[in-house]
């Protein structure tokens, strides 16, 4: 990823830049392994962008339920 202008900008092979949105940075210690690039019936573009972190995890937060709801649909 790139930033050029204000504007931040993805590369791709055989295709080259495209503006991008970005509503999540990603870390600088990581290496991407993969991007998959799909197209919503709406017609909008997504990027999921798969990383290997290798930085320890130990300030993840723990999420604490209050309630908890269990559904049996029957499903065989």
């Given amino acids: 990823m790139k930033t050029r202008g ?10 080259g830049y ?10 600088q210690n990581c290496i991407i ?4 690039v799909t197209k919503s019936k709406s017609g909008k573009w997504h990027a999921c962008v ?8 130990q300030n ?10 269990g559904i049996d649909v029957g499903i065989k």
Wanted: charge should be positive; aromatic fraction near 8%.
């Fill in 6 to 15: 204000g504007k931040t900008l993805l590369y791709f092979t055989k295709i």
């Fill in 60 to 69: 993840i937060q723990k999420i604490k339920f209050k309630k908890i709801t």
């Fill in 33 to 36: 392994k993969q991007i998959i």
């Fill in 18 to 27: 495209v503006k991008i949105r970005q509503h999540r940075n990603i870390p």
């Fill in 50 to 57: 798969t990383c290997n972190i290798d930085a320890s995890i």
